[in-house]
């Protein structure tokens, strides 16, 4: 198996808060020792509701915000590392993709400045490779000389789009890219992205809380609860079989069209504890979980082929009802 062009490894983030002027700081954490690797042309998806650490895990991989522990490797070079001089060129090779391309494209600028910009940070003053780039993302050159605001959602998406691969990476991070969009233009920017992962062998990592799209586009999916990455497998299984029962619990709330994910009706936030350390992210609200769920923080393990859990229930049969 050739080596990964992006490895995570071990990191957390975490936050110190202090209460009042005279209060003891607690630590909050937005991750937990989180590790995946994305292979060459893979598409992985990270999966989780609100505020399970998708966002923090794709900006500590671009090294946006630096990880309070672990390391990222990027084509094997450890970038938490480096320093800001260091780590400019190699910036290139993974570009963001944003949730709401009307707040990430300028909108005083035409789409020639826009695009003009990525080609000047290679070193590129001919327009050439504008026109190109247009052309696969299926707009016309007539689009250049317009604004942000003249397009549609799903038409400033693909700009974004285009934007990104005028730097020619090798990895892509979709954070919610498509969630801000209509079903219809949902499924047309996912095949476009599943064109362009072909057409330039990019590897992309899709970050997003609908069950439906991450699992229509990925190889792989990471499950996220609070922090945690709970387990991550290839689509197929984990859909079929979950080996978590939080995976299994987001594939029986998610509905059958759409598959947008919410918090199902027994999870109560306010009895879990983001400061704690002990015992798995998941067990308060966890109908299987024995005591050392709750006193040992379990670590991820495979249980089938490249199906890895963090769950020491390794008996649980949790497939969906319907399968």
């Known amino acids: 198996m050739t080596a990964p062009v992006l490895s995570v490894q071990g990191v957390s ?42 966002t923090t895990v794709g900006r500590i991989a671009m090294r946006l915000i630096d990880p309070s522990e672990g390391k990222v490797y990027l084509a094997g070079q450890d970038v938490t590392a480096l320093s800001s001089t260091a780590l400019r060129p190699m910036r290139r090779r993974i570009q963001l993709i944003f949730q709401d391309p009307s707040a990430s494209l300028n909108p005083r600028q035409t789409i020639r400045q826009i695009l003009r910009t990525p080609l000047r ?113 290839p689509s197929r299984g984990l859909f079929e079989r979950p080996r978590h029962p939080y995976t299994a ?18 999870v109560d936030a306010g009895r879990l504890s983001p400061t704690s350390t002990e015992g798995c992210a998941f067990a308060a609200l966890c109908s299987h979980a024995i005591t050392e769920c709750r006193t040992t923080r379990p670590v991820m393990r495979e249980t089938a082929p490249d199906h890895w859990t963090a769950c020491r229930r390794a008996d649980l049969d949790l497939r969906p009802a319907h399968c």
Do not use: W
């Open 121 to 233: 940070l290679r070193g590129i003053t001919d327009d050439t490779e504008i026109a190109r780039m247009l052309a696969i993302i299926g707009m016309g050159a007539d689009a250049l000389d317009r604004t942000p605001a003249m397009f549609s959602g799903g038409q400033r998406q693909r700009l974004s789009i285009a934007r990104a691969l005028l730097m020619n990476p090798d990895i892509i991070v979709a954070d919610e890219a498509v969630s801000a969009l209509d079903v219809c233009v949902q499924a047309q920017v996912v095949n476009l992205l599943l064109d362009l992962r072909d057409q330039f062998g990019l590897s992309i990592l899709f970050i997003g809380h609908d069950l439906g799209v991450v699992g229509l586009i990925s190889d792989r999916i990471g499950v996220m609860f609070r922090g945690s990455l709970v387990e991550i497998a």
């Open 249 to 266: 619990r987001l594939l029986a709330a998610a509905p059958r069209q759409g598959g947008k994910l919410t918090p199902h009706a027994e």
């Open 13 to 54: 983030k975490t936050y110190t808060q202090r209460a009042g002027l005279f209060g003891r700081p607690s630590q909050t954490y937005a991750l937990r020792d989180v590790s995946f690797d994305l292979r060459a042309g893979e598409i992985l998806g990270l999966v989780g509701e609100s505020g399970s650490g998708k």
